[in-house]
């Protein structure tokens, strides 16, 4: 292969500078061609400075470079030297550099942006601690919903295991100072084995009775007021239910039977019990939830 042609002149621009740093180098067109994995014709087109003859401004730009420091020169300067003749960019870049502005925390868009980033904190906060308080606080129907169950079970252990009737002391001491047996009544004794059907609502004043004839033993009467909902299980001597059910809030109940009446009743703060021309406050014979306690004819006694 033949040197580059000389018949295109070497003028300003970077081919003369690099063909005079080949020569210097005792480097033929053959061998940078090889190196650079050019062709004898790019490498001629670069040092004749005739650019057309290249695939581009970028693809020159690269091969400049390469051949610069294949060279040892300085490729920025071999850039700018090509730009100046090309016309690709100016050839001397500005000197002063317009200072970015800088973002601070008076920018509207920075402040805008920390605002919503603190609300949604806020918000997020609120909800973790609405969802903590109603998981953690018992909701006023759920404890409603305890009572009942616990009453519900204290009656079915009544029921399996009816407590004995009280015997008071003034009874105790008539029994005592009697010497001869009772007289055998003729009169027939009632059937307790059913018991008398209760309505499941019963009106505002009401009054219930036992089953047994009122002739076969004295009856008295029992006054149950509901200051709240609470459940009531009232038995008289024979052990026939008197009441037995859920009695809604403000109620009056009159029970009539033969004493001693044994009461049991759920939520006793709510109850009060009229007996004798006495009232008593169930509270008074409170067990934990409930209260259990007997009615004689002259005295009243708890469980």
């Known amino acids: 292969m033949s040197e580059p042609s000389k018949g295109r002149a070497l003028g300003a621009g970077p081919g003369q500078k690099l063909h005079e740093a080949r020569m210097q180098a005792r480097l033929s067109a053959e061998q940078v061609a090889e190196t650079l994995n050019l062709s004898i014709q790019q490498i001629a087109a670069l040092e004749e400075n005739d650019f057309a003859r290249l695939p581009g401004p970028t693809y020159v730009r690269g091969y400049l470079r390469n051949y610069a420091q294949l060279l040892g020169l300085q490729p920025e300067e071999i850039i700018e030297s090509y730009a100046s003749v090309n016309g690709t960019y100016p050839a001397t870049r500005p000197s002063t550099l317009t200072p970015e502005r800088e973002v ?5 868009a920075v402040r805008f942006a920390t605002f919503l980033v603190v609300g949604i904190l806020i918000l997020l906060a609120v909800v973790w601690w609405q969802g903590r308080s109603s998981r953690s606080v018992p909701t006023e129907s759920a404890i409603q919903m305890q009572e ?6 204290a009656s079915v252990e009544q029921t399996q295991t009816p407590p004995a009737p009280a015997i008071s002391a003034e009874s105790a001491d008539v029994a005592a100072s009697q010497s001869s047996p009772p007289e055998v009544s003729e009169r027939p004794v009632p059937d307790v084995s059913t018991e008398p059907p209760v309505a499941d609502v019963l009106p505002q004043d009401s009054t219930l009775t036992s089953s047994q004839p009122a002739a076969a ?3 008295a009467q029992l006054i149950l007021h509901t200051r709240d909902t609470s459940w009531a299980d009232v038995r ?3 052990g026939n239910k008197l009441l037995y059910m859920l009695v809604p809030a403000g109620r009056r109940i009159t029970l009539s039977g033969v004493p001693p009446f044994t009461v049991f009743v759920g939520n006793p703060e709510g109850v009060g019990v009229e007996f004798n021309g006495k009232y008593l406050d169930a509270a008074q014979f409170k067990r934990g939830l409930v209260a259990r ?4 004819a002259t005295a009243s006694a708890g469980n």
């Open 104 to 108: 601070t925390t008076r920018d509207g």
């Open 148 to 153: 009942q169950s616990t009453d519900a079970k």
């Open 217 to 219: 033993r004295d009856t």
């Open 236 to 238: 008289d001597a024979s």
């Open 293 to 296: 306690f007997t009615l004689g």
